[in-house]
């Protein structure tokens, strides 16, 4: 057996465990360069090298290697200020950290004497003084038996997170003996996505049965108790920790929350957990989603490739049997691309819970007794936009509650029940969802919309103002037509928001309204923004990619087809004449000469239709759509780019923006678009 | 690491004339910078701003963009706004060359490139060779310059403000 | 007499192992992680656990804390080890119910002394 002593005899012991944490701290390190370059460094990371030196300190010590240790002894310093938070991890304690490895490595390898004392690494890493964060004066219910089995570096992680404004939780699970360690494992894993498992304590309780296993999980992140529980196994618990902080004794309840108000009873967002199923961020499906795209790519080359190869004499039937491989390819990349599709899916159910809670509040605050029903709540939207629907059906209920259902006394006298109701309902079609929000209220009032109107300098004083005026009004900008403003509705944002927020997912609103019998408001959105199939143009030497479900058709450019009218040019198409431009004016783009495009695309902007000439077109693609980033926000007419291949970029355009957007042609006016018969 | 990336690590340390610049440290905070090229005048980003270096590769202009924002490119599937360095700084617009590169900045959650003629080397200031921009220099606040530092060797190091420069 | 020894290093479990053998031959049971110790626990009566503070999955404090409210392992007596030096940590280890505290390295002396004062042994 081992002994200190026995260095001489037992060294190849040592060298081999030592390569193995060696091998172990350089994975840690380079995943640590990876994260700071990508902006997001995991404590996890830098504790487990921390873990791997300290190991290496105890090693070396056991077996007498004094140069190593003093190396090893260092650089844990140095590590445990990086965990600790002393000092960042940048460029240069990176630098110092890889060098630190390698001499380390290089030692192990030739025997620890025939090297010097490694004292220019020893200077380098050699920190100051420990600086302690000023104690932190919130305090929390953790248990007490909890803190105390805490390290000082889990300490540390617990007041980080704290100051970082993260939620507290304990999660209890008890598992089976036979597989905890793996189950746990991965349960913590999912919970680090989102979060960070500071603590996990075996815990005895009364009762536990020899095959089981019980423990606690300090656990901190930023999401609420709903999102958590579904990572969770099902007889899973979970305990929020209060955070107090002495400064902040009042705690303002957001609206939002207030309204939701609950009690357990009231909480119809619970949903059992489905244990079949398991919880994926968005980004992992992202980055799923940009590999396909970028395979789809590789699969449009390869066809390129056999195309050139069944041209020649001698490889044609190569490159039949290329082709033949890549459509085979194509097809299996499709059904991928659907499978992740469908994993980003979620049923409109998901925010049924918390509208139905708005509505059950809103009714009794403002003494109206009202229902809400559902129909067709299982269609599935992109997760995304189901997360960004929120906000403008809350908005959309409010109004309904408000303005559209009466009182149960004004209801009698109108002849109704008692009893208002309110009808969500969402249905598929092709590849948009089309959700409808009914109430069977009073109706669209004309009058107030054009004394509103009027007031508003919208309208002229004598102006008539009938039912479609009105519906185009309620939708603008500055438009509100509450008298005064309600306790629970009408915050001063009018439905010009929730079209925006809406036309920002891709979607359309219409409203309906029948003078005393009720009001709904149609939204259409397409499934999901995450893929698109676009037709592919190109126009001024520059690619760009239209949403094939705002393309209506494509012809050639014909020059008898164009004319002008009020020197306007319009296109004229089977008997309807439609506004024309061509695209690289309508981007402001130089004409340096005034070819004329070889294709038309007619365009379905609103109600209307565009047409716009191109100079080619390049053909459909399922198109993975990116945001343009920051300093490009709000270009006119470009909703995104996409990947072409070879890191080229096409621009995906926006067709509302675009058509909105004023042209050379038609002066400082927006090109109006034609309405459709 | 791809052919097409280049580690910072990977470029020639500085040169300086501080062989000893361990015990300087201690002493002398220091800031790690990138110099590199623009219009024949020398500047610098703190390293710390910096994600990656990408060779110059064919870019996507932007239609009705202002003139400052070269193009987009995709890179390992993001796509990067690249700001034209020269046009950001008031200098002639740029030639691309074989030295041409895209510097590639943290700009809040997403990067942002930053295109220069010829990315020089990684080097160490003091910090008390930090000057502010020389006063004559009236508009170097909004061009994005931080100060200058003159290591007496080469020409004048330009050094610059990560955000200010991004802010277009 | 039966120990088991909780540690992520193999050299150092073999170290405390060889050492323990020798002294009492005593039987040992090695765990490369606290997870690993909770699986062989409720299997065997040990007379004594050495347990290592940083270790992967769960640390050290935290499997003492499990064995000291557990009505059947809270007489087991814990020793742990660790290379940390900080008092802070030695003060929580014993605060958390440890019986003693070794600071690597030590000399197989130490250990047996520390062992020696906890354990009954036999013959």
Redesign the interface.
């Known amino acids: 057996m081992t002994g200190p002593g026995d260095t001489k005899a037992d060294g190849g012991e040592f060298v081999s465990e030592a390569e193995d944490l060696l091998e172990e701290l350089g994975r840690e390190l380079q995943g640590l360069e990876k994260e700071r370059r990508q902006g997001r460094v995991r404590p996890q990371g830098i504790n487990a090298a921390f873990r791997h030196v300290h190991s290496l300190k105890g090693l070396s010590g056991l077996f007498g290697h004094e140069h190593l240790g003093q190396l090893a002894h260092i650089l844990e310093d140095f590590l445990d200020g990086l965990r600790m938070g002393r000092h960042p991890l940048d460029e240069s304690a990176l630098d110092v950290l890889f060098e630190s490895h390698e001499r380390m490595e290089s030692m192990v390898a030739s025997g620890d004497e025939a090297q010097a004392a490694p004292l220019d690494l020893i200077n380098r890493l050699a920190v100051g003084e420990e600086k302690k964060a000023p104690p932190d004066g919130r305090r929390t219910s953790l248990p007490e038996d909890i803190l105390r089995s805490l390290t000082r570096y889990e300490e540390h992680r617990l007041h980080a997170s704290i100051r970082a404004g993260h939620e507290l939780w304990l999660v209890s699970v008890t598992l089976p003996l036979k597989s905890f360690d793996e189950d746990l494992r991965r349960l913590a894993s999912e919970l680090n996505e989102c979060g960070e498992v500071i603590s996990t304590l075996p815990c005895y309780e009364a009762g536990d049965a020899e095959a089981r296993l019980s423990f606690r999980l300090l656990y901190a992140c930023g999401f609420d108790a709903g999102d958590i529980k579904e990572f969770l196994p099902e007889d899973a618990s979970l305990e929020a920790i209060a955070i107090h902080d002495p400064q902040d004794e009042v705690t303002s309840v957001s609206d939002e929350e207030s309204l939701a108000g609950s009690g357990p009873e009231d909480d119809v967002f619970a949903e059992p957990l489905d244990r079949a199923s398991v919880r994926v961020p968005l980004e992992r499906l992202d980055r799923i989603m940009d590999v396909v795209g970028e395979l789809l790519l590789f699969r449009h080359r390869m066809d390129g490739v056999s195309r050139e190869l069944m041209e020649g004499e001698e490889t044609r039937s190569l490159g039949h049997e290329l082709h033949r491989a890549s459509g085979e390819l194509d097809k299996k990349l499709q059904d991928l691309q659907r499978s992740v599709i469908g994993a980003r899916m979620v049923p409109v159910s998901r925010i049924v819970g918390r509208l139905a809670r708005l509505v059950r509040k809103m009714a009794r605050t403002s003494g109206k007794d009202i229902l809400l029903e559902t129909e067709g709540s299982g269609t599935e939207l992109d997760k995304m936009m189901i997360d960004h629907l929120q906000s403008p059906l809350i908005h959309l209920v409010r109004n309904a509650i408000h303005h559209g259902i009466e009182s149960p006394l004004e209801r009698k006298q109108a002849g109704k029940a008692p009893t208002g109701r309110l009808l969500l309902k969402a249905v598929q079609r092709g590849n948009e969802v089309v959700l409808s929000l009914s109430d069977d209220g009073r109706g669209l009032d004309l009058e107030a919309v054009r004394q509103t109107a009027v007031a508003r300098g919208m309208l002229e004083e004598n102006a008539e103002c009938d039912l479609e005026v009105a519906r185009q009004l309620v939708f603008q900008p500055g438009f509100s037509s509450v008298k005064e403003v309600g306790d629970v509705s009408g915050r001063g944002v009018g439905l010009d928001v929730v079209k925006s927020e809406l036309q920002n997912l891709g979607g359309e609103v219409h409203l309906f309204s029948e003078p005393g019998a009720g009001t709904t408001v149609e939204i259409s959105l397409p499934i999901t923004l995450a893929i698109m199939p676009c037709m592919v143009v190109r126009s001024g030497g520059l690619d760009f990619a239209i949403p094939v479900s705002g393309i209506s058709e494509t012809l050639r450019y014909l020059q008898e087809r164009v004319e002008t009218v009020a020197q306007r040019p319009v296109l004229r198409l089977r008997g309807e004449t439609l506004p024309y431009a061509d695209l690289r004016e309508l981007l402001h783009m130089p004409m340096v000469n005034h070819d004329e495009p070889g294709f038309v695309v007619v365009a379905r902007v609103g109600a209307g239709r565009l047409a716009m000439g191109v100079d080619e077109l390049l053909g459909q693609h399922e198109v993975v759509i990116k945001p343009v980033g920051s300093l490009l926000d709000g270009l006119p007419g470009i909703s995104g780019a996409t990947e072409m291949g070879g890191g080229r970029a096409a621009l995906v355009l926006d067709l509302p923006s675009l058509a909105a957007a004023p042209t050379s042609l038609s002066g400082s006016t927006a090109l109006e678009t034609e309405a459709s018969p | 690491m791809s052919r097409e990336t280049m580690n910072?690590?990977d470029l020639p340390p500085s040169q300086g004339r501080d062989p000893d610049n361990?015990?300087r440290?201690?002493t002398i905070p220091v800031l790690?910078v990138l110099a590199f090229r623009l219009a024949g005048e020398r500047y610098a980003l703190d390293?710390?701003e910096i994600?990656?270096i990408l060779k110059y590769?064919?870019?996507?202009?932007?239609?009705?963009?202002s003139d400052l924002?070269h193009g987009?490119?995709?890179?390992r599937?993001?796509?990067?706004?690249v700001?034209d360095g020269r046009i950001r700084l008031g200098l002639e617009a740029a030639e691309i060359g074989p030295a041409s590169r895209i510097i590639v900045l943290?700009?809040?959650?997403?990067p942002?490139g930053l295109l220069v003629d010829e990315v020089l080397k990684v080097e160490k200031l003091p910090v008390d060779s930090i000057a502010p921009p020389p006063s004559t220099l009236v508009d170097a606040a909004a061009r994005g310059i931080a100060g200058v530092c003159d290591t007496r060797q080469e020409s004048i190091l330009i050094l610059l403000d990560r955000e200010a420069v991004?802010n277009? | 007499m039966k120990i088991l020894v909780v540690d992520d290093s193999r050299s150092t479990r073999a170290f405390i192992g060889g050492t323990v053998e020798k002294a009492f031959g005593a039987e040992v049971t090695e765990s490369s992680t606290g997870f690993e110790a909770l699986r062989v626990l409720p299997g065997q009566v040990f007379d004594a656990i050495i347990a290592d503070i940083n270790m992967p999955d769960i640390n050290g404090f935290e499997l003492l804390r499990y064995l000291k409210t557990h009505p059947v392992y809270s007489a087991i007596p814990v020793i742990i080890i660790s290379t940390q030096m900080a008092q802070e940590d030695r003060d929580r280890g014993l605060a958390a119910g440890a019986a003693a505290y070794l600071t690597k390295p030590f000399q197989p002396e130490e250990l047996e002394t520390v062992l020696r004062s906890l354990v009954t042994v036999e013959g």
Do not use: D, F, K, N
Not at chain 2, 57 to 65: D, K, L, S
Not at chain 2, 77 to 81: A, D, E, K, L, Q
Not at chain 2, 106 to 110: D, K
């Open positions: 910072i690590s361990v015990t440290r201690a790690q390293i710390q994600i990656e590769r064919p870019m996507t202009p932007i239609p009705q963009a924002i987009i490119v995709s890179v599937g993001r796509i990067i706004t700001v943290r700009h809040g959650e997403e942002v991004l277009v």
